[in-house]
């Protein structure tokens, strides 16, 4: 058995080795995996089953499911093969372009590792970006290269439904990619490049009148970055994407009277482009920063994309009195229409304040405020109709949009004993928005938003009991409605039996409220108990129950909650 071991470690060796000139195996390594562990199992499991019940169920499911692991299986300490999934019954009776059941392994050895089912990988933040996708994907970081690939399905075909419209028809769709970045002393250089396209095969929905059409998109980036001098770096990335909104144009256009051109009139390109310049002395950190986005720019690896934008942003930040406070200042400018044919252009101007404060163990406190106006121009359509006469009232379209966040937070330990501690927390928060036209807030263009919630909390160590007393309010306007939402909140938790049952119950209350007119009420009493027995064994149960008062209906609703979890 120990030859079978040395034998097999020397080939785990040849296999695996590090070396890119294949160089001769050091002996003394092999010898070494000798010693270690030939299998490791490490990692957690976990089950979760939810039922709810309600007078007013609304389609959501009574009984859900869920089975979550993480597991990590080593071979010799040193190749490892991390698994992970997600198993459950989330919409049962749907079908979705990105399943919610998920199982995924990334086996890693030294510097290289892989990604295999379903996973996701990010290669910039205009090409590939966290998209999901069921395939395989590799990352090898050798020296100071980066070298990054995938490949594999993006979204999975969905037919239509008539009897769910609200889930719209997909297709199949495929992609690949990859990322070469070298990374020197002063400086670091790359390019990424990523295709993904629609598969028409095998399809039975009407997707033209939905407006939904096959697409295909390829993306080139380019990146770098340097030290011009010490502490001062520059970078920049700049990305185009080509973009075919429908790839059956040409398919179409073959059949007409014109065959002579097999150009897609509905591919385009789009580009995109960021600059930051950043420079740091004697802990003060000063960067610039500068990002323009064409309109239409997006990408078929990224879920959601913004465009038409472009920010120019300055920063500064550095700690203050002896490190015990922070402060970090932003402003900038950010316009869009870029190709000034929109309806209305909008100029925005930013700027935030973050301060951050903590004399002692006992205090902590943080403010942040932030001021975002805006200037809208609203262009008439007689802009374009009389062309050669400017209109008259134009400085009737013009509006300013102000919004204004101050937030609050501080956390104080008012007492603390052998025998207790208290503490009290406090948060606060602050939103203003309003459109200014001619120097005036337009009647029924201000709304506002205060939000104050303050917990006082009590621990007795000896009994291994904390207590909670909470208190929120909310108040909103809107629309030339004032509405008033506050209640208290009163909870408890215990540990017993060497503090191995963790147990506690919690009730609160809350209305709602406009002017002196009850809209509505909701009690809430909640019970939770978590239990550790065996060391790596956890059992964890919960019992919510809901009752909901408003002017034209009582709603009440039950949740129990059961998890099991094993960690090894």
């Not at 629309?479 to 939402?485: P, S």
Request: charged share 15%; hydrophobic share 35%.
């Amino acid at each position: 058995m120990k030859i079978f071991r040395l034998y097999l470690s020397l080939i785990f060796l040849l296999i695996f080795s590090s070396n890119l000139n294949a160089q001769q195996v050091n002996i003394e390594n092999a010898l070494n995996i000798r010693k270690k562990k030939f299998i490791t199992l490490s990692g957690g499991i976990s089950s979760n089953i939810t039922h709810f019940h309600s007078n007013e169920m609304g389609g959501r499911q009574p009984f859900i499911y869920q089975l979550n692991g993480n597991l990590n299986l080593s071979f010799f300490e040193q190749f490892n093969i991390p698994l992970s999934f997600n198993l459950n019954n989330y919409g049962a009776n749907f079908s979705y372009p990105t399943l919610p059941n998920r199982i995924s392994l990334h086996p890693s050895y030294k510097w290289i590792r892989a990604h295999i089912g379903d996973v996701s990988m990010a290669f910039s933040p205009y090409t590939l970006n966290g998209h999901l996708f069921t395939g395989a994907g590799i990352e090898l970081s050798p020296g100071k290269w980066n070298i990054c690939a995938m490949g594999g399905r993006l979204v999975k075909k969905v037919d239509y439904d008539t009897a769910i419209p609200s889930i719209l028809p997909t297709f199949n769709r495929y992609g690949y990619g990859g990322k070469v970045r070298y990374n020197g002393d002063n400086y670091f250089v790359g390019g990424t490049f990523f295709s993904a396209k629609d598969r028409t095969d095998n399809y039975n929905f009407q997707a033209d009148s939905l407006g939904i059409f096959p697409r295909s998109n390829v993306v080139l980036s380019l990146e770098g970055g340097i030290s011009l001098i010490p502490n001062l770096t520059l970078s920049a990335e700049y990305a185009i994407s080509m973009m075919t909104r429908d790839t059956r144009v040409n398919q179409i256009s073959n059949n007409l009277t014109d065959k002579t051109s097999s150009r897609n009139t509905s591919a385009s390109n789009y580009d995109a482009f960021k600059a930051d310049l950043t420079y740091t002395f004697k802990k003060n950190n000063i960067g610039i920063g500068y990002e323009r986005i064409s309109p239409r720019y997006e990408t078929l690896g990224a879920y959601y994309f913004n465009n038409d934008y472009e920010n120019l942003i300055l920063n500064y930040a550095r700690p203050l009195f002896q490190d015990k406070a922070n402060i970090a200042l932003s402003a900038g400018v950010q316009r869009d229409d870029l190709e000034n044919d929109k309806a209305e252009k909008n100029n925005r101007f930013v700027g935030s304040v973050n301060f951050s404060f903590s004399p002692n163990e006992r205090l902590n406190t943080s403010v942040s405020a932030s001021s975002f106006q805006s200037y809208r121009n609203i262009k008439s359509t007689f802009e374009y109709v009389n062309a050669v006469t400017p209109y008259e009232n134009l400085d009737t379209l013009n509006f300013t949009q102000l919004s204004n966040n101050i937030d609050f937070n501080l956390t104080y330990l008012t007492k603390k004993t052998d025998e207790q501690s208290q503490n009290l927390m406090l948060f606060v928060s602050f939103q203003q928005a309003a459109d200014k036209q001619g120097g005036y807030i337009l009647p029924g263009n201000l709304t506002t938003f205060f939000n104050l919630s303050t917990t006082y909390g009590f621990d007795f160590i000896p009994q291994n009991l904390n207590i909670q007393i909470a208190a929120n309010v909310s108040n909103s306007y809107a629309g030339q409605k004032n509405m008033l939402t506050f209640g208290p909140t009163l909870s408890s938790t215990v540990r017993l039996f060497n503090k191995t049952l963790s147990t506690g119950i919690s009730l609160s209350y809350n209305r709602t409220q406009e002017k002196a007119s009850l809209l509505g009420e909701v009690f809430t009493g909640r019970w939770n108990a978590n239990f550790r027995f065996l060391k790596k064994h956890s059992l964890q149960g919960c019992v919510l129950f809901q009752n909901r008062k408003r002017t034209n209906a009582t709603t009440f609703s039950y949740t129990s909650m059961l998890t099991y979890a094993y960690s090894f």
